[in-house]
């Protein structure tokens, strides 16, 4: 790849990690205003509304999905072969291989069955299934929610390519400034 081309992943990995920022913040702050408005619904007038628990769990799917592309971008993750941080060069690419093909093998599949069910079955697939489905307090579809299994993995492979350009290892060193 060329320098430019590495510079254009890179600032697209670090916007589309700002926007993982925001939306998981946001998600965050409904979640402990929804358990908020519960406790003082439920122990105050003892009559909590029938939407919060459901609007908390949506919340906390969201910020923890979204969060886990910010943790993989930070390297928050839980990570193979910590120990050749300080070896030889040869070896830190091969760990960064062997992670790399890790994220791949692991999320690869979670994704076309996003898409696809069963026997590449579009019908089938998750998302189309939770198309159908409304949630049970809020007037939506649950596909609202599901959608963030797809977008975290995709935020995730962004930030792999952006790895591969050079993002937190070693080819950092050969980045231009």
């Not at 979640?31 to 919340?59: C, D, G, I, M, N």
């Not at 993989?72 to 830190?92: C, T």
């Amino acid at each position: 790849m060329t320098g430019k081309l590495k510079s254009v992943v890179l600032r697209i990995s670090g916007g589309v990690d700002l926007v993982a920022s925001v939306v998981t913040s946001i998600a965050i702050i409904v979640l402990v205003a929804t358990v908020l408005l519960q406790v003082v619904a439920r122990y105050v007038f003892q009559q909590p509304p029938p939407f919060t628990e459901e609007l908390a769990r949506y919340s906390m799917i969201w910020a923890g999905l979204i969060g886990a592309s910010m943790a993989f971008k930070r390297r928050f993750d839980p990570a193979l072969m910590n120990g050749v941080k300080n070896g030889p060069e040869w070896l830190q690419v091969l760990a960064e291989i062997v992670r790399s093909a890790v994220v791949l093998i692991y999320l690869v599949p979670i994704f076309v069955y996003c898409f696809f069910g069963p026997g590449l079955n579009p019908a089938r697939g998750f998302l189309l299934r939770h198309s159908k489905t409304m949630a049970e307090a809020l007037p939506f579809s649950t596909v609202w929610v599901a959608v963030a299994v797809p977008l975290m993995i995709a935020v995730i492979f962004v930030h792999l390519l952006a790895r591969w350009c050079g993002d937190g290892w070693v080819n950092r060193r050969a980045m231009p400034d």
